[in-house]
């Protein structure tokens, strides 16, 4: 399926492409093929051969992991992203299954032709070594976070900075449901439960998917949000330098450059 100028544009945006020789983006471009997959397709089995650096143009996609026969979701992605970076550049298998959410559209670009321009390309090889070391910053902000805060304080520091990314004033509305949140936020759906009835007597209120902040210095206190791991805290101007850098600091860009 032949790509359209604007789909080719906003690949071409891309951190990961941006500074690329003209030739080497071309070659990259015209190496790979667009597909449309339906929502529920499988794109990639965990512990497969990564034969592709996908990127999702149009569409929803989640990364899962599984073991002893439990499932979780580390990662949904938006457009335009990409993913399984770090598995195209060692030529490794994955560590996640990829699937489809929605209908989507997903350019596939050979791995071996990654590979190939990053040793002839300095300016590509050097964006991609910057997306993995964002990306690795990212999972230390990630790691933090799971590993220092309780589970109503995680909660209340990811709505505090959903508030700030949807600009929505004291109300902001859940981009996932809340099984998938649960996944992504290192809890059980239960805990995810109980973290929300805590977070009631801070000012949270729920409705369905809408969430309204009514005591945010409150909720602030419980969260007591830090730069260190939460990245939406960087100066406006050192957010936008750093924000395609660090995977735009969020689970799901870390998660998807790192497999």
């Known amino acids: ?65 599984t073991w002893n026969d439990k499932e979780t979701t580390l990662a949904v992605l938006r457009p335009v992203s990409t993913f399984i970076l770090a598995a195209v550049v060692l030529d490794a ?10 209908r989507s559209d ?21 964006a991609v070594a910057e997306e993995l070391s964002g990306c690795y910053r990212g999972l230390v902000r990630t790691v933090k976070n799971q590993k220092l805060r309780g589970a109503s304080e995680r909660l209340a520091n990811y709505l505090l900075a959903e508030q700030v990314s949807q600009d929505r004033g004291p109300s902001l509305v859940l981009p996932h449901e809340k099984r998938v949140l649960a996944s992504l936020l290192g809890m059980t759906p239960e805990n995810l439960s109980r973290a929300f009835a805590n977070l009631a007597d801070y000012g949270v209120v729920v409705s369905g998917p809408e969430v309204t902040i009514l005591r945010p210095t409150v909720l602030e206190r419980l969260a007591k949000p830090d ?31 790192l497999n």
């Open 227 to 257: 730069r260190l791991i939460d990245s939406h805290l960087q100066p406006s101007a050192a957010r936008a330098g750093m924000a395609d850098r660090e995977c735009r600091a969020s689970a799901a860009g870390t998660i998807a450059a």
């Open 106 to 126: 997903i350019l596939m670009i050979s791995g071996e032709a990654v590979r190939r321009a990053m040793k002839e390309d300095a300016a590509f090889a050097v």
């Open 93 to 102: 298998d994955a560590l996640m299954t990829a699937r489809t959410i929605e």
């Open 1 to 65: 399926m032949p790509m359209r100028s604007v789909d080719v544009e906003r690949v071409r945006a891309l951190p990961l492409f941006r500074t690329a020789s003209a030739r080497t983006f071309d070659n990259l471009i015209a190496g790979g093929f667009l597909q449309k997959f339906p929502a529920g397709t499988t794109l990639l089995m965990e512990g497969d051969p990564v034969d592709f650096l996908y990127v999702l143009i149009e569409g929803l996609a989640e990364l899962q992991g």
